[in-house]
């Protein structure tokens, strides 16, 4: 016991706040993953009322998950590090500043008048648009893969060995999670779907890697997301799609 309180004393007040946890039975439950998946939960509701503020609250929550699933590279404790988890954070960070920034451009243009705060009219992607993402979506999975066994090869952990299906999962999340982001900033309805094909590899994933708070967001995000699907189609067959901006680099 005392060099457990020895080895705690060694740490940073950065790597305390990682480490910080509620034990429940054996299982303990880290404090900033919790925060974390709650506060993305909340933007994604802002994100299905189509309200702007899904983008700055979502980024909260994907600064605090960056540490969360790089822990164990930071020395913080012996949970598995998953860089492709860690690498979404930083690409919903800049995604989000993007959808951040045209869903203020669009409401301005479009939605002046709405007291409701509605952001965007949400429409469906075009074929091309959906072949498009499709592709990317298969060989960026393929490449990412790659690029997460390279990664891990330089800094393998001790305490975990990762069998096949580890790299694939976590490239076909990261991956999935760039194209669903991508989608939501530009207002189709196809995010959503993209979302549920996250979540049905995220799921069994988080419980297999022990992110519990993660495996549970995942599970109660994806009847959230068929919700919210149902939601966006409903708008798209009533209300006439926003007319693009002339927003810079911005096309149909």
């Not at 049905?200 to 297999?208: C, E, I, K, M, N």
Request: hydrophobic share 55%; glycine share 8%.
């Amino acid at each position: 016991m005392r060099s457990l309180a020895l080895a705690d004393q060694t740490k940073n007040v950065f790597q305390q706040a990682i480490d910080a946890t509620i034990p429940i039975g054996s299982y303990q439950l880290h404090w900033l993953e919790l925060i974390g998946v709650l506060i993305g939960l909340a933007s994604a509701y802002l994100g299905m009322r189509r309200w702007v503020w899904a983008w700055p609250v979502g980024i909260l929550a994907n600064i605090m998950l960056f540490f969360v699933y790089l822990g164990a590279v930071f020395g913080a404790d012996e949970r598995i590090p998953l860089f492709g988890q860690a690498g979404r954070q930083v690409f919903f960070i800049v995604t989000s500043i993007y959808g951040w920034w045209r869903w203020s451009q669009v409401r301005r243009l479009n939605h002046a008048s709405d007291s409701s705060g509605v952001a965007i009219t949400p429409r469906w992607a075009t074929s091309r648009e959906r072949v498009a993402v499709i592709v990317f979506w298969l060989v960026g999975t393929v490449l990412v893969h790659q690029a997460f066994v390279w990664l891990w090869n330089l800094s393998p952990n001790p305490y975990f060995t990762p069998q096949w299906w580890f790299y694939w999962c976590d490239a076909w999340i990261f991956v999935g999670s760039i194209v669903a982001t991508y989608a939501m900033a530009r207002g189709w309805n196809e995010f959503w779907l993209a979302w549920i094909g996250v979540d049905l590899v995220g799921v069994p994933f988080a419980f297999a890697t022990d992110y519990v708070p993660t495996a549970v967001l995942y599970t109660f995000y994806g009847l959230f997301v068929v919700y919210g699907f149902t939601q966006w189609v409903k708008v798209s067959r009533v209300s006439v799609p926003d007319v693009e901006p002339q927003l810079t680099g911005t096309s149909s």
